[in-house]
T-cell receptor
Framework: GQQLNQSPQSMFIQEGEDVSMNCTSS?????WLWYKQDPGEGPVLLIA?????ELTSNGRLTAQFGITRKDSFLNISASIPSDVGIYFC??????????????FGAGTRLTVKP | DGGITQSPKYLFRKEGQNVTLSCEQN?????MYWYRQDPGQGLRLIYY???????QKGDIAEGYSVSREKKESFPLTVTSAQKNPTAFYLC???????????????FGEGSWLTVV
């Protein structure tokens, strides 16, 4: 199935800076998920969103389910070196060709300089 | 601890050889999945299973096979027909992903497969 458009592809920031990344789709979604993946490891779920307009925080992370239901963003505040990794979004379309249709972004590679 | 266990972490395959990646979950999830991850690309679905003794092809099933004889186990075999098998393979599970259920998907730690 069509994958999600995730941007930016990579980010290089200074420790303490805030970070923002987003995912968009051409169709309506009813679930948005954000994951972090360290090199050579499996993705770990950060935040799950199930309702349009929903804004959810997990520590320094905040994610929102866009009102149009076609996008979502993830913010990281006051970044620290252990935030380094690949962040990717996933979502479930409202209209799917099967009951297990999950789409994925290609990921945002975050580098944090001390 | 509850979770999804994949093994082995690293596997080397010779040309013409079949290899099997193991995936076990103790989350009591009905649905299980296998994804392939290549650099710079989103995850691609190989196979999924919603219930024991049933599984469906995903977007890139050619050259792969699976079985689901037990709820907690979903092994993936990479056959010699898969011409470009070198990748990172991720097993995942969920309660189910029917639209509107609001469920989510959890991943194992991944397995690296390299052709030598």
């Amino acid at each position: 199935g069509q994958q999600l458009n995730q941007s930016p592809q990579s980010m290089f920031i200074q420790e303490g800076e805030d970070v923002s990344m987003n995912c968009t789709s051409s169709s309506i979604f009813n679930t948005w998920l954000w994951y972090k993946q360290d090199p050579g490891e499996g993705p770990v779920l950060l935040i799950a969103l199930y309702k349009a307009g929903e804004l959810t925080s997990n520590g320094r992370l905040t994610a929102q389910f866009g009102i149009t239901r076609k996008d979502s963003f993830l913010n990281i505040s006051a970044s620290i070196p252990s935030d380094v990794g690949i962040y990717f979004c996933a979502g479930q379309p409202q209209v799917s060709y099967n009951n297990n249709d999950m789409r994925f972004g290609a990921g945002t590679r975050l580098t944090v300089k001390p | 601890d509850g979770g999804i266990t994949q093994s082995p972490k690293y596997l080397f395959r010779k040309e013409g050889q079949n290899v099997t990646l193991s995936c076990e979950q103790n989350l009591n999830h009905d649905a299980m999945y296998w994804y392939r991850q290549d650099p710079g690309q989103g995850l691609r679905l190989i196979y999924y299973s919603q219930i024991v003794n049933d599984f469906q092809k995903g977007d890139i099933a050619e050259g792969y096979s699976v079985s689901r004889e037990k709820k907690e186990s979903f092994p993936l075999t990479v056959t010699s027909a898969q011409k470009n098998p070198t990748a990172f393979y991720l097993c995942a599970s969920s309660i189910d992903l029917r639209p509107g259920t609001g469920n989510t998907i959890y991943f194992g730690e991944g397995s690296w497969l390299t052709v030598v």
